[in-house]
């Protein structure tokens, strides 16, 4: 269930977004995992968990991955189409940022412990 549909344009100044998606399109549902705060995105309204729609009228089911890549980095203006999340999408996007972030610590640590072992033995 989708909320309001809402519409920011990136300047030519804007150089970072300060979003991070759950994933690159082409895909059904591209959600944002995290907006970085104070950034460029959270000062638009930009929510954790809402749903990127559109990038330049170009719906994300079918935005190449490169096209993706070379909009994001070089095109300004940039228009983007979010919808608003439900309280429930936001629940789960939650859980999935504690699932990543204790799979990264879990990762760091095993990396830390394998240095260990090399490091002790050479």
């Not at 150089?15 to 994933?23: L, V």
């Not at 070379?70 to 699932?99: G, N």
């Amino acid at each position: 269930e989708l909320g309001n549909i809402y519409s920011i344009l990136a300047a030519q100044a804007v150089t970072k977004m300060g979003i991070r998606p759950n994933r690159e399109p082409p895909q059904e549902s591209v959600q944002i995992l995290s907006v970085t705060p104070k950034g460029w995105a959270e000062e638009q309204g930009v929510q954790i968990a809402d749903h990127l729609m559109m990038i330049n009228h170009k719906p994300v089911t079918t935005l190449p991955r490169d096209e993706y890549h070379r909009l994001m980095s070089s095109v300004r203006p940039l228009l983007f189409t979010f919808a608003r999340c439900s309280e429930a999408q936001k629940r789960e996007v939650a859980a999935t940022r504690m699932q990543l972030l204790y799979r990264m610590r879990k990762a760091r640590q095993a990396m830390k412990e394998k240095k260990a072992e090399r490091d002790a033995g050479g």
